[in-house]
């Protein structure tokens, strides 16, 4: 089974910029698509962005122009960049292993904390 690891979460200011990171087990190439996905509390999990191998890229409405999702197909890993960030943007963050843009798959991280406060 594919093993997600991701860090880069903390406390940032309103405003303020952090860049989360995910790396995979196994080669890049072979999956479909990687997602970035979040939940707050009380709130279901919700897709941030994800970015498939051809690369196609997803961006929810309400990170658009804020956050940049990358792959870096040499160190397996997928980033997720970002800036601007609002008290709303506070939510465990977690990697998946997607099935397609969209469509998430059964391998999911650990998760990490962003929560922006000031």
């Known amino acids: 089974q594919v093993q997600l690891v991701e860090s880069g979460g903390g406390l940032v200011q309103p405003g303020g910029s952090l860049r989360l990171s995910c790396t995979t087990s196994?080669?890049?190439?072979?999956?479909?698509?990687m997602g970035w996905y979040r939940q707050a509390p009380g709130k279901q999990r919700e897709l941030v962005a994800s970015?498939?191998?051809?690369?196609?890229?997803y961006y929810a409405d309400s990170v658009k122009g804020r956050f940049t999702i990358s792959r870096d197909n040499a160190r397996n890993t997928v980033y997720l960049q970002m800036t601007s960030l609002k008290s709303e943007d506070t939510a465990v963050y977690y990697c998946?292993?997607?099935?397609?843009?969209?469509?998430?798959?059964?391998?999911w991280g650990q998760g990490t904390q962003v929560t922006v406060s000031s």
């Open positions: 998946n292993e997607m099935l397609g843009l969209v469509v998430p798959g059964g391998s």
């Open positions: 196994r080669s890049i190439f072979s999956i479909a698509a």
């Open positions: 970015i498939s191998s051809r690369p196609n890229i």
